[in-house]
């Protein structure tokens, strides 16, 4: 990797789609309607970045470092986010679209995720604890062998979780919310 090495830049309405982000470590920058879209960011270093109103679409992500990344208003469909970086790996969203998207046995202790769409988003095995799910649309999440202890529920939507098949110890739902817990059992609740 280049010693490339770029600090509180603010990129806005870019197209990196046309013209490449230079590879290399972006410290406080912040990307404004920015396109993405099948961009290469394998092995950049992306610390306490943040990207607003941004297209990164099947993105390639191949040990790439997310340290502190906050997404907001952003489309990020079909990431792989299990192929990051693990170290320091720390993320949230705000009002982002992350369907087929991918975490399978990402640690995201604490990770927030308020007001997104996670259709068929992949969280087997991961490890969620004290995650939040506020205002989210879960609709054909796959939860298998995930940790969602102390994980909070309770506004989520669409979200069908096997107690049997996951640890949920202290994990808050909201009554409405039951529904999503007993889905396994084929049963009828009215």
């Not at 920058?29 to 099948?38: D, L, P």
């Not at 192929?83 to 990402?106: G, M, Q, R």
Request: proline share 2%; aromatic share 14%.
């Amino acid at each position: 990797m280049e010693n490339n090495y770029w600090e509180e830049l603010i990129f806005e309405n870019k197209n990196f789609t046309e013209q490449p982000l230079s590879i290399g470590e972006y410290v406080h920058c912040t990307f404004i309607n920015c396109n993405f879209a099948n961009v290469n960011l394998s092995h950049f270093i992306f610390d306490q970045c943040h990207f607003d109103t941004c297209n990164l679409s099947s993105i390639q992500i191949n040990q790439t470092a997310m340290r502190e990344v906050s997404f907001i208003n952003s489309k990020m469909l079909g990431v792989h986010f299990d192929s990051c970086n693990p170290f320091l790996f720390a993320v949230s969203f705000d009002k982002c679209i992350l369907n087929l998207s991918s975490f399978y046995k990402v640690k995201l202790k604490g990770i927030k995720f308020i007001s997104c769409s996670l259709h068929e988003v992949d969280f087997t095995e991961s490890d969620l604890t004290n995650s939040s799910f506020e205002n989210c649309d879960l609709l054909q999440a796959v939860f298998d062998s995930s940790i969602l202890e102390k994980a909070d529920f309770r506004t989520a939507i669409n979200f069908s979780i096997n107690p049997e098949r996951n640890r949920i110890k202290k994990a808050k739902f909201s009554v409405q919310g039951l529904s999503g817990l007993l889905q396994h059992l084929d049963i009828y609740i009215e």
